[in-house]
């Protein structure tokens, strides 16, 4: 084994300086007896990751021999006074690389380590600590001392604890010792301030009437230095001060965190975990990416407005499952002092199918159910700030529904929902319902990058209304409140309007009033679907009433025309609808508020006739009723047959009227 002299002399000359401080010469002139001398104790150790090996005598004793990194001696003890440190190339008596006479005070315990780097900073040199060897009764001491000369500010905590043993221990620093129950007790060495475990240890015995001293020691980024950090625990007291237990690193455990803002009214904000910055100037509706956080401990989360650290909008310690993943999600609103964040347990899996599941986050929504248009509830009974748990649905397009838990009522529809093979979503309710931004995201729940959001754009219907009454006035039209048609007078149907594919109250006055509606009902539309709502019956009779139709606006692509009849004559009885001249019958036995669904014909004109199902008597001639190539009409038989108003209306369905 060679070794590089002139290192050994450096650390030779860092480890006497310090011993020789200890105490200095003392002339005695006096022909007073001396005093009876006391006894000093000192221990070495070589705690410089990049030095070599070294012997060091004491007196002509062998203290430390041949000795690499995590060397350490035995208490030596020795009287007060003067006494010869040498220290030598490891396995050699001579030449000595140094030999000092120092001073000793008495009874007194020391460790003179040496730390620091050879070559790099910080530079090598001696540190002195002094050794507490007296015991506490029924209890252990413990201290720390930090020797890893790359590693920042430290915390010291027992794992899972809340607390730190010991708080922002830099390098070359002891903590002073704390008494502590004997037992096992495992300990985490954290990133000072932050829950980001540097190292984790399995739980080493600390026994009562025992003092330790925890060394951290080694590189936490060693390269090729190969004594990376490490630590282990040196008994002081009882023994000889040479017993050490290594203390066992163990996996530290992490979990996947991200970060969303659902707060509607909340600014942009930097969500910090455990002291990390997990999501910088996010804005509403946005998702950051999985960062990797430490697990089973007590994590503090902190919200700031963006691009401050003080004074946190949310405030919270969070214990993160091991291999856990989570989203940390801001709901609640800032303006009614309501907001705060839940964490939602997420679960990656993917499956052959889709798998979904559905979170409230509208904080002004009452409870709900999520279904598909036929009522197939998929999650029931969501309450505000709730995550149901993840289903598996066959891949497909769906349309889903939001309704009032254990209703019909639809507050809000999502059309063309694409889930495909392979894939997880977390479907997030956010938005007001008091204010119309009530709608969803889907988030991809994916590791990376995890911030992936698709806006679920909520479902409309078209809506069209025809004033088909032949004794009512004419009437304003109202949607949930709101006039969307006004003065509307008999025979008239409106052009389409679009709506949102949900349940909604429909009342029809009469023109330039709102009290007493003639018509108050309330219709759930389907998405995408068109509807044409006919006001029917007689007011005279108090018998005014409502049909809805579905409507077809689709063309056939194959050029046909496409017609239906809808019978609205209060007074008429059941009827056929045919072909003039003895051609055939299209529609049979039609009663009032009663239709025939469509059918195909040929693009042409055509001369109808309207006779009784009863008897074959005509009741009305249609002459001359276009059916345009690939174009979907109605025809309505309107006003009665007793009073000679009979007659036929027909609208075009078809796409662009």
Excluded at 103 to 126: E, K, W
Excluded at 347 to 370: E, K, Y
Excluded at 389 to 410: C, F, M, S
Excluded at 451 to 461: C, F, G, R
Aim: include cysteine; charged fraction near 15%.
């Amino acid at each position: 084994m060679t070794f590089n002299i002139a290192l050994l002399r450096k650390l030779a000359l860092l480890i006497v300086p310090v011993l020789f401080v200890f105490g200095c010469d003392s002339d005695n002139d006096n022909d007073t007896p001396p005093v009876q001398a006391q006894s000093s104790y000192v221990r070495v150790a070589h705690w410089s990751p990049d030095a070599p090996a070294v012997d060091v005598w004491v007196d002509g004793n062998l203290v430390l021999e041949d000795v690499n990194f995590n060397g350490l001696s035995g208490y030596l003890e020795l009287t007060e006074g003067s006494h010869s440190i040498t220290v030598v190339a490891a396995n050699t008596t001579s030449p000595a690389v140094i030999q000092e006479t120092v001073m000793l005070n008495a009874n007194t315990s020391y460790t003179v380590a040496a730390t620091g780097l050879l070559s790099g900073t910080p530079s090598i040199d001696a540190w002195a600590l002094i050794d507490d060897r007296t015991p506490a009764g029924g209890q252990a001491k413990v201290r720390f001392a930090h020797a890893s000369p790359d590693a920042p500010n430290v915390d010291i905590y027992a794992t899972g604890g809340t607390t730190p043993l010991f708080a922002n221990i830099p390098f070359r620093s002891a903590a002073n010792y704390i008494s502590v129950a004997p037992g096992s007790v495992g300990l985490e060495v954290r990133i000072a301030g932050t829950s980001d475990v540097v190292v984790r240890f399995a739980p080493i015995s600390l026994e009562a009437g025992r003092n330790y001293t925890v060394v951290a020691k080694g590189l936490a980024s060693p390269g090729s230095i190969p004594n990376a950090l490490s630590a282990y625990a040196v008994v002081d007291a009882p023994g000889n001060g040479s017993q050490t237990v290594n203390l066992v690193p163990v996996e530290a455990s992490t979990a996947l965190v991200r970060a969303g803002h659902l707060s509607p009214d909340a600014p942009n904000v930097d969500v910090y975990v455990g002291g990390m910055l997990i999501a910088q100037g996010y804005s509403y509706r946005g998702f950051s990416e999985y960062v990797t956080v430490s697990a089973d401990v007590q994590t503090e989360v902190e919200v700031f407005i963006e691009g401050t650290t003080t004074n946190p909008v949310i405030s919270a310690d969070v214990v993160f499952g091991s291999n856990e993943v989570y989203s940390i999600v801001a709901t609640g609103l800032a303006g009614n002092s309501t907001l705060g964040a839940i964490v939602v347990n997420d679960d990656l899996t993917t499956t052959d199918g889709s798998r979904i599941r559905f979170v409230h986050a509208a904080s002004d929504a009452p409870t709900v159910d999520i279904t598909l248009t036929d009522g197939t509830v998929l999650f029931g009974n969501v309450e505000f700030n709730e995550a149901l748990d993840y289903i598996g649905v066959p891949a497909g397009v769906y349309n889903l529904q939001v309704r009032l838990a254990g209703t019909e009522t639809v507050v809000l529809s999502f059309a063309d929902v694409e889930l495909p093979s392979g894939s997880v979503y977390s479907i997030y309710a956010s938005g007001l319902l008091s204010d119309g931004t009530l709608g969803a995201i889907a988030v991809v729940d994916e590791v990376f990058p995890g911030s992936t959001v698709l806006s679920l754009e909520s479902a409309e219907a078209e809506v069209r209304v025809a004033h088909l009454s032949p004794d009512a006035p004419n009437v304003d039209v109202y949607v949930d409140n709101a006039r969307v048609l006004e003065d509307v007078p008999f025979t008239a149907v409106s052009g389409y309007l679009r709506v949102p594919a949900k349940t909604q109250m429909i009342e029809v006055y009469v023109a330039g009033t709102t009290i007493n509606p003639v018509i108050n009902t309330t219709l759930t539309w389907l998405p995408n679907q068109a509807y044409t709502v006919a006001a029917t019956g007689l007011v005279g009779s108090n018998d005014l009433a409502p049909i809805v139709l579905v409507d077809d606006r689709s063309g056939d692509p194959n050029g046909n025309a496409h017609v239906r009849f809808v019978h609205t004559s209060p007074d008429a009885p059941a009827v056929n609808i045919r072909v003039a001249g003895g051609g055939p019958v299209l529609f049979e036995n039609v009663s009032f508020r009663e239709f025939a669904d469509y059918i195909g014909v040929a693009a042409a004109t055509y001369n109808l006739e309207v006779v009784l199902t009863s008897n074959g008597q005509v009741v009305l001639e249609i002459p001359g009723i276009e059916l345009s190539s690939s174009t979907n009409y109605t025809v309505f038989a309107i006003g009665l047959a007793g009073n000679g108003t009979l007659a036929a209306l027909p609208a075009v369905d078809s796409q662009g009227d």
